[in-house]
């Protein structure tokens, strides 16, 4: 089970760290995802770390302004999201999926197993 949290109302140019606790298994047996899905359009990859956590990928448009990183004691993956922008507004998810350790990040919603509920974040200008 995933976990999402740390969504709300910032303004434009604000920042915001999003949550995701993982219960029932190990994140560090994972590939590890964040998704977002605005009103009336399809899920969007923002950003992926590798099961072994030494490589990310990220969405063009947040490439720069968000990170992911994951602290595998507390089983919890994060997206800082700083210099945000009304685009940014959706709702995002968390996602995991069992991987072998070779494997990078992955960019696809199919390639994953495991989701959190969404997190609204909403960019005001």
């Known amino acids: 089970q995933l976990q999402a949290s740390g969504g709300g109302l910032v303004q434009t140019g604000g920042s915001l760290r999003l949550s995701c606790a993982a219960s029932?298994?190990?994140?560090?047996?994972?590939?590890l995802g964040w998704f977002r899905q605005a009103p009336g359009k399809e899920r969007e990859f923002v950003a992926g770390?590798?099961?072994?956590?030494?490589?990310?990928s990220y969405g063009d448009s947040v490439k720069g302004r968000f990170t992911i990183s994951r602290d595998t004691a507390k089983k919890t993956v994060y997206l800082q999201m700083n210099s945000l922008e009304a685009e940014d507004t959706a709702d995002y998810y968390c996602?995991?999926?069992?991987?072998?350790?070779?494997?990078?990040?992955?960019?696809?919603?199919?390639?994953?197993?495991?989701w959190g509920q969404g997190t609204l974040v909403t960019v005001s200008s």
């Open positions: 996602a995991a999926s069992p991987t072998i350790l070779s494997v990078g990040p992955l960019r696809s919603v199919q390639d994953y197993r495991y």
């Open positions: 029932g298994w190990e994140l560090s047996r994972c590939a």
């Open positions: 770390m590798s099961r072994s956590g030494s490589t990310t």
